[in-house]
């Protein structure tokens, strides 16, 4: 319980700062924005409460507004995300169900699942955020041309850290 807590508040602290330092910073493109912070919500363990999970991502979330200037925008988001991933959770769940001990990574649960998982809770992260920073249809196809960009650059940066950081030693 203690290493899972520790090794939470250590992942909250590196990925809000680097995508603060190093994400915010970066330019990739116009349709191209990275959401490494997205992660924390995403690695959070299976038992993890609602409502737990519903008040980490305000935080995260409001700290990133905070440093982005950006008035809430990824607060909403990241609360829109958290609020789906039980439900993304039931959609996929395996056959055997989860364990409940466990954490949602490609060491734990395999890489197709994780690429699935990812894919669908990143996908609707940025869906509310690029939407809500729009918020007007007339730029749809422009806007969804964002969102699923940025949605395959996040997964893609979110695998290769985890190969990178080995979590593939847990199993």
């Given at each position: 319980?203690?290493s ?9 602290v590196?990925?809000?700062?680097l995508?603060?330092v190093?994400f ?15 992660g ?10 609602r409502?737990l ?5 305000l ?11 950006t008035?809430?925008l ?12 039980p439900?993304v ?19 734990t ?26 918020f ?9 041309g ?17 190969l ?8």
């Open positions: 319980m203690r899972s807590l520790v090794k939470n508040i250590l992942r909250f590196m990925l809000a700062a995508q603060v190093v915010n910073n970066m330019q990739v493109g116009t349709f191209v924005n990275i959401f490494i912070y997205t924390f919500i995403l690695f959070l363990p299976f038992e993890t409460p409502t999970l519903l008040i980490l991502a935080a995260m979330g409001l700290l990133m507004d905070m440093f982005s200037n008035g809430g990824h607060a909403a988001s990241l609360v829109f995300m958290a609020f789906s991933r439900g959770l039931r959609l996929i769940e395996p056959r055997d169900g989860y364990d409940a001990s466990g954490d949602p990574t490609i060491a649960m395999g890489l197709g699942w994780f690429v699935t998982y990812a894919l669908l809770l990143i996908f609707l992260h940025s869906f509310a955020c690029f939407f809500l920073e729009a007007r249809m007339s730029e749809f196809f422009f806007t969804l964002k969102i699923v960009l940025s949605t395959f650059v996040t997964v893609l940066l979110l695998i290769t850290a985890q990178i950081t080995g979590s593939q030693r847990e199993k």
